[in-house]
């Protein structure tokens, strides 16, 4: 089945280092795909998305690209803030044999010292 | 436009009780999903309605269970509570399935 692995966290760097959270993935299809980011006490909000290989998302300085030929949407930020400090998740949204069951990696804990 | 919204925000049982919980989609939005979400266990889906229809379900035992209204809302309810059902409950909310997913902030459930 679809499955996405996350590097394991918690990531902790100085505030203005450079940050990449890998993901990786397995899935039937064509996948879109996806960087959550969730705050402390809050729900999941959608940061960036890539629809279809070579596809670049990018949001409020955070980017990732669709790398179809290694299978990996790994995320990357040249500065770090301390208000970046948050779990990430990376997850997938693919239809394989009919079932549309999205499937989220594990989530990585980021935390930024000033 | 109003984002999705749950209720209650948190919700303290005892084992064995019964708990419901509520969800609003956003507007135009017929698919709701429901994840779990145990210290250090990631999201886990539960369940997935569509148009009034379940339409996929987790891994978890027929005690979790839930329905959706025709105005596209959607409760869940979780029967007999164990201590392990203590977790945050997050309903998310999309167009049609290969849209992002759009989340509420969450039910933080208790199990004494």
């Known amino acids: 089945g679809d499955s996405v692995t996350q590097m394991e966290g918690p990531v902790t760097l100085s505030e203005e280092a450079f940050l990449t959270i890998n993901c990786t993935y397995t899935?039937?299809?064509?996948?879109?795909l996806f960087w959550y980011v969730q705050y402390p006490g809050e729900g999941l909000q959608l940061l960036l998305k890539?629809?279809?290989?070579?596809d670049k998302g990018s949001n409020k300085g955070f980017e990732a690209t669709y790398r179809k030929e290694t299978t990996s949407f790994h995320l990357e930020k040249g500065s770090v803030q301390v208000s970046d400090s948050a779990v990430y998740f990376c997850a997938l949204s693919a239809a394989s044999g009919g079932s549309y069951i999205p499937t989220f990696g594990r989530g990585t804990s980021l935390i930024v010292h000033p | 436009e109003a984002g999705v919204t749950q209720s209650p925000t948190h919700l303290i049982k005892t084992r064995g009780q019964q708990a419901t919980l509520r969800c609003s989609p956003i507007?135009?939005?017929?698919?709701v999903y429901w994840y779990q979400q145990a210290l250090g266990l990631g999201l886990q889906f539960l369940l997935w309605?569509?148009?009034?229809?379940?339409?996929n379900r987790g891994n978890f035992p027929p005690r979790f269970s839930g329905r959706q209204f025709p105005n596209y809302s959607s409760e869940l309810n979780v029967n007999a509570l164990e201590l392990e059902d203590s977790a945050l409950y997050l309903c998310a909310s999309s167009q049609v399935f290969r849209e992002t997913q759009y989340f509420g902030p969450g039910t933080r459930l208790l199990v004494l």
């Open positions: 899935a039937t299809g064509y996948p879109s």
């Open positions: 309605y569509d148009e009034g229809e379940e339409r």
């Open positions: 507007s135009g939005h017929t698919s």
């Open positions: 890539a629809t279809k290989a070579d």
